[in-house]
Nanobody, 127 residues
Framework: QVQLVESGGGLAQTGDSLRLSCAASGRTFSDYAMGWIRQAPGKEREFVARISWSGSTTNYADSVKGRFTISRDNAENMVYLQMNSLKPEDTAVYYC????????????????????WGQGTQVTVSS
């Protein structure tokens, strides 16, 4: 069992930056991949970013590439999403997710089929 708790969402204006954090507990954090998935009102869930168990491999959706950066601190059991140059279309609930496949790059996250989800944190970007 893995528990994921997000923080850092809120209200921003176009061009602003926000940093989302996710605290993980319950399993050996450094063994599994982490990522972020978002869902905007009335839209389907969308893959945002993933990071491998070691942090050496990252992958982003085209819509956020160059603006968002995912990182992890295995010593602190934390994963982060730095969001820069925010746009109104980034408005969504952001979910921290985990792919518990041993030492994977997080393919389940890219496929929107992670093993665990956090409760979500709202990000609202106004124009």
């Amino acid at each position: 069992q893995v528990q994921l708790v997000e923080s850092g969402g809120g209200l921003a204006q176009t061009g602003d930056s926000l940093r989302l954090s996710c605290a993980a507990s319950g399993r050996t954090f450094s063994d599994y991949a982490m990522g972020w998935i978002r869902q905007a009102p009335g839209k389907e869930r969308e893959f945002v970013a993933r990071i491998s168990w070691s942090g050496s491999t990252t992958n982003y959706a085209d819509s956020v590439k160059g603006r968002f950066t995912i990182s992890r601190d295995n010593a602190e059991n934390m994963v982060y999403l730095q969001m820069n140059s925010l746009k109104p279309e980034d408005t969504a609930v952001y979910y921290c997710v985990a792919d518990l496949t041993f030492q994977s790059t997080g393919w389940k996250i890219a496929a929107l089929r992670p093993d665990y989800w956090g409760q979500g944190t709202q990000v609202t970007v106004s124009s």
